[in-house]
């Protein structure tokens, strides 16, 4: 069960946790740094490995597209969340909210509140981790990888839009090190970053320990009515044993703790009403909050790995990879007057959460064989779930007289008050067989088929006996999934290939939050769909060009999709009764193209180029539950005998990702005696989108140019870099919403999401 769907405040919903197996990281292979070659006027670019499949291979070498984000690529743009791998990642679209955040793919979004699994799983050290405990703090990074396209058969989990992979760093068993790294900048932020590897006994046993503080400003907004700002702090260490006791049995095992504590409030957009004292005229790139409390969230997930690799006769393999996922999330959300509607009235709501899930797979595979190689496996997880909501006032809409201007009523702080306090349990279960088979026909034909049967059980429950609530909400499944793919090598170096792969989500029933809502809008229908992608990738001219590119289809039966605050008109007269969340189902279909490629150019340059454009839509004729405004931005009901507005959604976006986007990198380098200068550009760009449900849904383009220039020993001993983020300082809108309602009283602010802002800084690098 996923602990991070309970975060939803409207519709507290079910995501379930399942899992995937654990094939050996590799140690961090550069994309775009590299030794010096014999022509001292180029730079070489190393061959780039994954694990993408299971198996570490040349990227050159796997059937589906897939970027990878390695060590040194995170350093030197000074990637310091997760959320921030989205720009050396066209086509990944990271919404890093702390109640909810939600990755998408190839425009396949995700609504945590929707009570269905996530259209993108992360894994960290191949353990499946919800977003919110894999959007934190990067340190000490292996390697990311960021699959693309269904997955049903090489991940625990089956998933449409696809899967990323965090890797941390493993000890070397051989060579003692030690690294720290210190970041600041000019809007509050101090990052620091230090690992140390100690071989106990050479070749055999050694530790590795890292850690990192992070403090940041956390969006940088003012809150002008308590006169405080947001802020965020990141605790957190890991500790990893690296054990061969024989050549042919390698274990390791990591643990890590982290503690964050972020105080943050949402910003808005215009103007104060009822007279109240608050500015008007609020613009987005003021960056200013209105309410009359801020949010806080404490958060400790812990995880544990353990991955034992025994290496058999005859060229075969057993792994075993075991995980524990742990997490407890502490909140405080003054997420009923935002926008200080009812003025100075403060009443958060409190959540805690905490789970606990234990993951297990078992797998025996072939090594290299010449003609045929297979993998056979099990897996099996389970999980428990429980947390709380408590709030003083769940119902809060009563009229009174103003008390800044006497001719005109205002709401205000109720003269009663109704407590919620519900509690939630929940518990789940995943069971999986798989098998891959890989026949090679010969040197450039290869058939790769994969299938992988799964059995889904989970359910949660929410009680609050004061108010009567007595509901609960589950999913239930036992699919079928699978994969093919067929390569042919054109020459040394260049791939192309046609796979293949149908994933599934399962169907189930949402949580019921009113008891006058009609039975049917709890229930949706399990979700399968069929991909196909064609590409081709390769390495040049003495690997000094790599490319990729790649087209794909892929197509929905029962697309699962979400709803959120959708006015509801229980009485069918006309007037707004609440505000509820949905889950539906519809089809829909996905397509579009990914193009990259890293060329080493004279004269020390490197450049990168990537691009994606996916264009995700509802297919002609599906009706949806929607929010329906007229000119005044007020609810209008357009279906008879439902109880909700439902519109034609057909050809509209699946989410709010945008359908294009672009990102290049560039550096350039120079050698001297004893050291190295170098500069480094990033350059991103994301398109305009649509968000629905609020009365202005068009959300405008934008880019962002990151630079950097440094200094570094010719050993790499020790660097300094000077850089500045958005230098341009371009700030866009990236997510909005509707104006605050709290009966008939409508806010003239409305809550608004900006790009981060400009951001200069120092980072200081010493390792030896």
Same mark, same amino acid.
Request: some cysteine.
């Given at each position: ?6 975060? &939803? ?55 589906? &597209? ?144 890292? =850690? ?215 518990? $789940? ?21 994969? &299938? ?13 006996? &004061? ?124 397509? =579009? ?149 709290? $009966? ?25």
């Amino acid at each position: 069960m996923r602990a991070a769907a309970l975060l &939803a405040v409207a519709c507290v919903s079910p995501v379930y946790l399942s899992a995937q197996s654990t094939p050996e990281a590799p140690e961090a292979p550069a994309t775009t740094n590299a030794s010096d070659t014999e022509d001292e006027n180029i730079v070489t670019l190393p061959v780039v490995m994954v694990t993408a499949d299971k198996i570490s291979r040349p990227l050159q070498e796997v059937p589906m &597209a897939v970027v990878a984000v390695d060590a040194k690529t995170v350093e030197n743009f000074n990637l310091l969340d997760v959320s921030d791998i989205e720009v050396v990642s066209p086509g990944l679209d990271m919404k890093p909210d702390p109640r909810s955040p939600v990755p998408s793919l190839r425009g396949i979004a995700f609504n945590p509140d929707s009570g269905t699994t996530a259209s993108v799983d992360m894994y960290w050290n191949e353990v499946p981790v919800s977003a919110n405990t894999a959007f934190r703090s990067m340190y000490d990074v292996g390697q990311i990888e960021v699959l693309r396209g269904p997955q049903g058969t090489l991940r625990g989990r089956s998933s449409p839009g696809g899967a990323i992979t965090y890797a941390a760093r493993r000890p070397d068993l051989e060579k003692f090190g030690f690294n720290i790294e210190q970041s600041l900048s000019d809007i509050d932020l101090v990052n620091t970053q230090a690992a140390i590897n100690i071989p106990i006994v050479s070749g055999k046993l050694a530790v590795r320990l890292a =850690g990192v503080y992070d403090a940041n400003a956390a969006g940088d907004i003012h809150n002008i009515y308590l006169d405080e700002d947001t802020r965020s702090h990141t605790r957190s260490y890991r500790g990893t044993i690296g054990w061969k006791p024989t050549d042919d049995i390698e274990v390791n095992l990591t643990h890590q703790w982290l503690e964050q504590e972020l105080v943050r409030a949402n910003s808005v957009e215009g103007d104060a009403t009822y007279g109240a004292p608050l500015p008007s005229g609020v613009r987005p790139s003021d960056r200013l909050a209105v309410a009359p409390g801020m949010d806080t969230y404490e958060d400790n997930p812990i995880l544990t790995s353990l991955t034992v690799d025994w290496d058999l006769p005859k060229d075969h393999r057993l792994s075993l990879i075991a995980g524990r996922h742990a997490t407890s999330n502490d909140i405080s959300g003054e997420f009923y007057n935002q926008m200080n509607l009812i003025y100075g009235y403060s009443s958060p709501q409190l959540l805690y959460i905490e789970s606990e899930t234990y993951s297990y797979e078992l797998r025996f595979s072939s090594v290299e064989h010449e003609k045929w190689d297979y993998v056979f496996g099990l897996y099996y997880e389970d999980s428990e779930t429980s947390g709380s909501v408590q709030q003083v006032a769940a119902r809060l809409w009563f009229d009174g007289p103003n008390p800044f201007v006497s001719s005109s009523p205002v709401p205000r702080a109720p003269d009663m008050e109704i407590p919620l306090n519900l509690t939630m349990d929940g518990s $789940g279960s995943y069971k999986g067989v798989f098998t891959t088979q890989t026949f090679k026909f010969d040197d450039a034909w290869r058939l790769e088929l994969g &299938a992988r049967y799964q059995k889904i059980e989970s359910s949660l429950a929410q009680s609050d006996p &004061a108010l009567g609530i007595d509901s609960a909400s589950s999913l239930e499944g036992d699919p079928f999934t699978g994969s093919a793919s067929l390569s042919y090598k054109l020459r040394p170096g260049v791939n192309t290939y046609l796979t293949y792969g149908r994933s599934y989500r399962p169907g189930g029933t949402a949580f019921r939050t009113s008891a006058q809502l009609d039975e049917k809008y709890l229930h949706f229908s399990e979700e399968t769909s069929n991909g196909f992608e064609l590409g081709v990738k390769g390495a040049v001219n003495d690997n000094r060009l790599q490319f990729n590119a790649a087209l794909f289809m892929q197509k929905f039966s029962g697309y699962i999709s979400h709803s959120g605050f959708i006015p509801v008109d229980y009485q069918a007269d006309g007037f707004q009764d609440d505000v509820v969340g949905i889950t539906f189902n519809g089809d829909a279909e996905s397509k =579009g193209i990914e193009l990259g490629a890293t060329a080493s150019l004279p004269g020390r340059v490197v450049l990168g180029v990537n691009t994606a454009y996916a264009k995700a839509t509802w297919a002609d004729g599906t009706m949806a539950p929607s929010g329906v405004f007229d000119a005044n931005g007020n609810p209008v009901f357009n279906t008879p005998g439902e109880q909700v507005s439902y519109t034609d959604i057909g050809g509209v976006t699946l989410g709010d990702a945008p359908k294009f986007t672009f990102s290049s990198t560039i550096e350039w380098t120079r050698p001297m005696r004893t050291m190295e200068w170098f500069t480094r550009g990033l350059f991103y760009y994301k398109g305009e989108r649509e968000i629905r449900n609020v009365p202005d849904p068009e959300l405008p383009g934008y880019s962002t140019v990151d630079l950097f220039v440094g200094l570094r020993s010719s050993d790499r001993r020790w660097e300094v870099t000077l850089w500045a983020k958005n230098a341009l300082d371009e700030q866009v809108e990236t997510n909005r919403g509707s104006s605050n309602v709290i $009966g008939t009283w409508v806010s003239g602010y409305r809550m608004v999401t900006l790009n981060p802002p400009r951001e200069l800084g120092v980072t200081a690098k010493f390792s030896f």
